[in-house]
């Protein structure tokens, strides 16, 4: 069968198929992309060719038009984190700057390990044109190009200097995409020439192919052993990561809480695992954790992380769980993260592992007194959040009542993004979730720009859920453009623009760390000081949102919030939702320390001030051993 690279590549990914539990769907969904000349008679003619001849050949893959590579990437990581790592999106991208722009959104889907297939197109193999336009000449080698820099933020990473190279290739990727211990961001940089070249490919090639993704069990005598540890402890607690959600184990996880009467807290990525109203449900965990989940890890004898790889604000930088005697078993499918704290390991897919410990740890219960601390410790934070939810702040509001007033306008099954400044810390803590896929806060990366981008992938991976993106005004203004995506594929998405002129999140930070606040607000530069200082800048977030072609709502008052949220659900467009917060404060009560390093010696009070207190709680970190 004579055809292209691009050609057979795209009648490739086509045909390409996940399956799990008897569900069968297409891997890659779809193709992303933002044409140029390193890309445009490659793969964007191979796209339409397939599109012009579906009929005949069933390879179409619908085309999507980013308008930031690095959003593209940030969409599909989105699509996948909502198809349940089952299905994704390829990104295709044009030589040079087109293509490292998708490096940042690699290195997101990798952290989160959340599969993307990336197309970065590379200079002539050939290179008989040299240098030719955005080549980069490195003196030390030739075969180097800017796409190397893919190498360390994928999973799996090619480059496919001869046609007949795509084959062994494109077949490693898919296997990559399917794992759920490796998947990640997986690249196939495709040079320009090799891209349009034409080669004689075995029809066995292009044959519908399905990657099992299976559920590993746990074997006997590690769920033994877990049992074991279980059975003895007298104050367990439940950490709920994003493994119980990927593996659909949330009836399982939710019955084997209520069965033992064990706590269940939760990670960003295992929010609404357990509704946060059931009876085991704490809350957060961690630097940015609920009072009650903290105060349960600091006492807890063994501690089951689930699905979880026990980030540095989950452990809040290995100070939370304050039992010297504390003992971790670790429920994951990936070693890697199994291993950590030294646990005791159950290597297993989530749904499984935990049937395994319902069944050994039947008629098993935690005692009453320890059940009735557990309910009046999230009855108390309960109270705790209602306060933060309706504080009467002013003049202008918090951002925890605008939060708050939002929580109470959604559904269930309504989905909120975010990804970066002080909104993060604020949902883990305050958001009320009883649906998994409702809470989308990617916390891994933290990247700044995410949410716009990620708004677009959960609405085409969902379009039944109302969606809401999150977005502070630094996050905005780094990435935007995605708007205008939403406008062209008539996505109705919910956009909450939360403007407090500045970092507010790292301000705050800042500040507890006698730096002052220093260069974290948007500001004209002070003539008398020099620095950023001066007045505040007139940018007008709501008249940008509104010229890419959204409805804007602005508001002032959190009353004039709810009106708004609720004039944008009953839109069938993007809308926008303008409203600005008090930049200073006051935040959620917190419980628990993140260890940011603070300048050992300096001449300012305030940084002196800021290292004793830091010197103080870094005391309480260790190695869990």
């Not at 399956?19 to 891997?27: A, C, K, N």
């Not at 998708?102 to 959340?114: D, E, P, S, V, Y």
């Not at 500045?502 to 606040?517: D, T």
Request: hydrophobic share 40%; glycine share 8%; proline share 5%.
């Amino acid at each position: 069968m004579r055809l292209t690279t691009a050609q057979a590549l795209v009648r490739f990914l086509a045909n390409q198929y996940s399956e799990r539990d008897g569900v069968e769907q297409r891997l890659i969904e779809g193709v992303w992309g933002i044409f140029g000349h390193g890309n445009v008679a490659g793969l964007g003619q191979a796209l339409l060719q397939a599109v012009r001849t579906s009929d005949r050949h069933g390879s179409a893959l619908p085309y999507y038009l980013a308008r930031n590579e690095q959003g593209q990437v940030h969409a599909s990581a989105a699509f996948a984190k909502m198809r349940n790592r089952l299905q994704t999106f390829a990104c295709t991208a044009s030589t040079g700057p087109g293509s490292t722009n998708m490096i940042t959104g690699a290195a997101l889907a990798t952290t989160n390990r959340l599969p993307v297939l990336l197309l970065p197109s590379d200079m002539f193999a050939t290179r008989v044109a040299d240098p030719v336009l955005q080549q980069l000449e490195d003196t030390r080698a030739g075969d180097v190009s800017v796409n190397d820099a893919f190498r360390p933020v994928s999973k799996y990473f090619d480059r496919i200097s001869r046609p007949e190279q795509l084959i062994p290739a494109a077949l490693a990727a898919m296997r990559v995409l399917t794992d759920p211990v490796e998947t990640g961001a997986v690249t196939l940089c495709l040079p320009q020439d090799v891209q349009a070249e034409a080669f004689d490919w075995p029809e066995e090639f292009f044959r519908h192919r399905v990657w099992r993704v299976g559920r590993p069990a746990p074997e006997a005598s590690a769920v033994a052993r877990a049992a074991e540890l279980l059975r003895n402890a007298k104050k367990p607690l439940i950490v709920a990561g994003g493994g119980v959600v990927y593996s659909e184990a949330e009836q399982e996880l939710r019955a084997f809480a209520e069965a033992t009467g064990i706590p269940v807290a939760d990670t960003h990525a295992g929010k609404g695992a357990v509704p946060w109203d059931h009876p085991c449900a704490v809350g957060g965990i961690g630097s940015t954790g609920t009072s009650a989940a903290n105060a349960l890890a600091a006492e807890a004898d063994v501690v089951l992380g689930i699905g979880t790889r026990y980030s540095d604000f989950t452990t809040a930088s290995h100070t939370v769980f304050a039992n010297p005697e504390v003992t971790f078993v670790n429920l994951n499918v990936a070693r890697l993260d199994a291993a950590k704290h030294s646990a005791e390991m159950l290597l297993s897919d989530a749904k499984l592992g935990i049937q395994a410990l319902a069944e050994a740890l039947s008629g098993r219960r935690v005692d009453d007194g320890y059940r009735a601390r557990v309910r009046t410790l999230a009855d108390e934070w309960n109270r705790k959040a209602d306060a933060c939810f309706h504080l009467g702040h002013g003049p202008l509001p918090a951002q925890m009542e605008i939060l708050g007033a939002l929580n109470e306008l959604t559904g269930d099954h309504d989905v909120v993004i975010n990804a970066a400044g002080s909104m993060p810390g604020d949902l883990q803590m305050l958001w009320r979730a009883r649906d998994p896929k409702a809470y989308h806060v990617e916390y891994a990366y933290s990247c700044m720009g995410y949410e716009v981008a990620a708004g677009v992938g959960a609405k085409l991976a969902d379009p039944g859920r109302e969606v809401f993106v999150l977005v502070g005004d630094g996050s905005y203004l780094m990435m935007a453009q995605e708007l205008v995506t939403m406008v062209s594929e008539g996505l109705k998405v919910i956009v909450v623009i939360v403007q407090n002129h500045g970092f507010a999140s790292i301000g705050s930070l800042s500040e507890s760390l006698g730096s002052q606040r220093f260069g974290t607000q948007y500001r004209y530069r002070s003539e008398h000081s020099g620095l950023l200082e001066g007045g505040v800048l007139p940018v007008d977030l709501a008249a940008n949102a509104e010229s890419l072609g959204a409805t804007v709502l602005s508001a002032s008052t959190v009353d004039e919030f709810r009106a708004a949220i609720i004039q944008a659900k009953a839109s069938t467009t993007v809308t926008v939702v303008h409203v600005e917060t008090d930049p200073i404060g006051p935040n959620p009560p917190g419980s628990a320390w993140w260890d940011v390093p603070v300048s050992q010696v300096s001449e300012l009070d305030s940084t002196r001030k800021a290292y004793e207190n830091y010197s103080t709680s870094k005391r309480n970190q260790r190695h869990y051993l």
